[in-house]
């Protein structure tokens, strides 16, 4: 059985940072952040692959950074420069197989409730 317990969302202004956190419990292979916005569909925000290389959103490259403490089980997503676009609800994601397409959210069978993100300007 695996959970996933997403933190560190809040409002923040334009330009500001956040980190989120999600604590992991259970085995895991493919981990990653997503996001929905009211009205939109759910996006991938950022991954880990098998090999916990990194790879991002165009929409976030240069401004977020995905990390895993391997010793506490945590991923972490780091998000600097925050823009207007980037408020949306963020969750945490992870699979146990590597995924035909990493950016899709029906390749992740384990989610977080998720962590509020607002930034205003």
């Known amino acids: 059985q695996v959970t996933l317990v997403e933190s560190g969302g809040g409002s923040v202004q334009a330009g500001g940072s956040l980190r989120l956190s999600c604590v992991i419990s259970?085995?895991?292979?493919?981990l990653g952040w997503f996001r929905q916005a009211p009205g939109k569909e759910r996006e991938a925000v950022a991954v880990l692959d098998g090999y916990t290389r990194p790879i991002y959103a165009d929409s976030v490259k240069g401004r977020f950074t995905i990390s895993k403490d391997n010793t506490k089980n945590i991923l972490y997503l780091q998000m600097n420069s925050l823009k207007l676009r980037d408020s949306a609800m963020y969750y945490c994601a992870a699979t146990d197989r590597s995924p035909f397409d990493w950016s899709e959210p029906v390749e992740y069978i384990y989610w977080g409730r998720g962590t509020q993100v607002t930034v205003s300007s």
């Open positions: 259970g085995p895991t292979y493919w």
